[in-house]
């Protein structure tokens, strides 16, 4: 992790758990600490062992942790565009007030390969106020 953040990273995606231990004595919280005091944001994996108590891996308060399960069934989810376009997807929340209103959409990338990572001023000049973005 230290290489990474004097490599020059923005963001630090760990996919791995270790079993629960004190702050100080938990490698990837101490490690993830200092990445957050460079400004460097830290998301790391809840860990396989639930649903049993103390089986959460990296909850240190400054990293996001986040946990998945594996359900039997799913529940659909279908984004449609102004054109026709329907991509589907999954989703466990559906708010009742969820509003249907199309909204504009941009694609960064189509300006240059600096603006497809949304890059600082890379978009300057460019209508994107208000729009979503998307990647391709």
């Known amino acids: ?42 998301s790391c994996a809840a860990g396989n062992a639930s649903p049993f108590n103390n089986t959460i891996s990296n909850e240190a308060p400054w990293i996001l942790t986040v946990g998945a399960i594996t359900i039997d069934r799913t529940i659909r989810a279908t984004a449609v565009f102004g054109n026709g376009l329907k991509f589907n997807g999954e989703t466990l929340f559906h708010p009742a007030d969820f509003s249907f209103t199309l909204l504009p959409l941009t694609y960064a990338g189509a300006v240059n390969s600096e603006s497809r990572l949304c890059g600082e001023g890379s978009l300057n000049g460019k209508d994107v106020k208000g729009k979503e973005s998307g990647a391709v």
């Open 1 to 42: 992790m230290d290489s990474a953040v004097e490599d020059g990273i923005d963001i630090l995606l760990l996919s791995i758990g270790v079993d629960p231990a004190s702050l100080y004595e938990d490698s990837i919280a101490i490690d993830s600490f200092g990445a957050i005091e460079k400004g460097i944001f830290v």
